[in-house]
């Protein structure tokens, strides 16, 4: 049998950290005098509580011990799950129902930004600051699975971006230290230098704290119902595009630029795809809504551009009700949900290197058709793709599209129309945020889903941030055994 100790010990200390966290919004709450502070303060105790008990009934005698493939999928899987819990306890002390609770939660670690919360303005600051912060939390820990863990255990091709490190245990502890708080560092940064901007534009304090926090995790949470729209200020929006593409962009060569190589950000293939994707669909998109509208082309780009990259890089704000531009608009925007961002980035979905090579795979295939005997090696970023990348991101695509066709046809099942149905389980795994049509669109909102089919949701939520198969794996009975 699977050795499960030491996947709970982690998870103890999971749960501590996240007790740490929960002592920031209590503050915040009792600094402004809210008596929802309490929610907060019964969490964190409890939040320790069971991270002590976890930690201490699973400690080794022996010390560190190495962990194997297995424990590592199992780790991956359980720690979001265990966050979501526990972190979810402030919204079920301060109201919200037990579904819509978890709900709130996995949509902010995740990063997806789907709610079920109305009359944003009414609630306590500590609530608002909590969703933000989940959200800035789960990117940050969405990095650090996208950089360590996911190449390793080769999930969708992502074993294409495998950090070299030396043979030694030590040494490889060591270098996926320094990774991580060196991806920590630059990401405060990050969202510091977005509050600022914010600030300087017209936001309070708060909102801009909060919604640079939502922008840089690519999440899309906003302190107000009308979310971006709020603002109504064309700066605001170019600000939030840059700081989405720059959540979106891989936070290795972040790194690599900081230590002298700022190449990388120009010459990496999948920023290049990246950014003129988003620049060529900007550019369209705004010459439809021209002959949409009656407005200038500035203001259409910056409508655009900014719902574009939104949609592209999953964080899922709106500044304006996308399907209300024509039918054309509508169908852009469903496939827009599929693209995504880069690897080793917050955002999720398909993201740009699995679709470049998904080209390639196709391409060579063509050639194949009419000169069989032809020699052709796959590539990217100028290198020889290795053998078993190909198959795992055609793998990861065809496993990603079955689970959208079977989220479809359970919520479906559960009553709800097709357009909903789809667009809701589209939005979910590729961890967008709003749909498509009044119900879960841009103008909607998840609440008046029933809570089947927000159980539903919340599991395609966590599928697709662990990338579909990291979670089937755990699913598979073989996994448990020797």
């Not at 919360?117 to 306590?124: A, F, I, Q, V």
């Amino acid at each position: 049998m699977l050795e499960i100790r030491p996947v709970v010990h982690i998870l103890g200390w999971i749960a501590c950290a996240t007790a740490g966290v929960l002592c920031l919004p209590a503050v915040a709450d009792l600094a402004a005098g809210n008596p929802e502070w309490h929610a907060f303060f019964t969490t964190t105790i409890a939040a320790a509580c069971v991270g002590a008990t976890l930690v201490l009934a699973t400690q080794s005698e022996r010390g560190h011990e190495k962990f194997n493939v297995r424990q590592a999928f199992l780790v991956t899987t359980l720690g979001w799950v265990t966050v979501c819990l526990l972190a979810s306890l402030p919204f079920l002390f301060t109201g919200s129902s037990f579904t819509d609770s978890v709900f709130e939660t996995m949509s902010a670690i995740t990063t997806t930004g789907s709610t079920v919360l109305t009359n944003l303005e009414t609630l306590p600051p500590g609530i608002l600051l909590w969703r933000a912060m989940l959200q800035w939390v789960g990117g940050v820990g969405i990095i650090a699975i996208a950089i360590l863990i996911l190449p390793l255990l080769r999930v969708g091709g992502m074993q294409l971006f495998k950090i070299e490190s030396s043979d030694t245990s030590e040494e490889k502890l060591y270098t996926a230290a320094l990774t991580i708080g060196n991806v920590f560092v630059i990401y405060s940064l990050l969202t510091l230098a977005c509050a600022a901007l914010y600030f300087v534009c017209g936001m309070n304090e708060f909102d801009a704290l909060t919604h640079a926090m939502t922008t840089i995790s690519t999440g899309g949470y906003s302190t107000h119902d009308a979310s971006f729209a709020y603002f109504d200020s064309q700066s605001l929006q170019w600000v939030a595009t840059v700081f989405m593409i720059s959540g979106a962009v891989p936070f290795m060569l972040y790194i690599k630029a900081v230590r002298g190589n700022f190449d990388a950000l120009v010459t990496d293939q999948q920023v290049r795809g990246f950014i003129i994707f988003l620049a060529t669909s900007s550019v369209l998109m705004a010459i439809w809504l021209i002959n949409q509208r009656d407005i200038s082309f500035f203001e259409a780009l910056t409508l655009t551009s900014f719902n574009i990259t939104s949609i592209v890089t999953t964080t899922g704000f709106a500044s304006d009700d996308y399907t209300a531009w024509g039918p054309g608009a509508v169908g852009v925007f469903l496939v827009l949900m599929f693209v995504g961002g880069c690897s080793g980035s917050t955002a999720g979905a398909i993201k740009i290197y699995r679709l470049q090579i998904v080209i390639e795979i196709v391409r060579a295939h063509i050639k194949r058709l009419f000169s069989p005997n032809r020699i052709l090696t796959l590539r990217h970023n100028g290198r020889p793709l290795p053998k078993d990348v190909p198959f795992s991101v055609l793998a990861f695509l065809t496993v990603f599209i079955a689970t959208i066709a079977a989220f479809t046809v359970l919520l479906s099942l559960m009553g709800l129309d097709i357009v909903t149905a789809y667009s809701a389980s589209v939005t979910a795994i590729t961890n967008v945020g709003p749909g498509i049509g009044s119900v879960v669109g841009p103008s909607g909102n998840f609440a008046t889903l029933p809570d089947g089919a927000k159980w539903v949701l919340t599991l395609a939520m966590l599928a697709g941030r662990l990338e579909v198969l990291a979670l089937l794996v755990t699913l598979d009975p073989d996994f448990w055994r020797d």
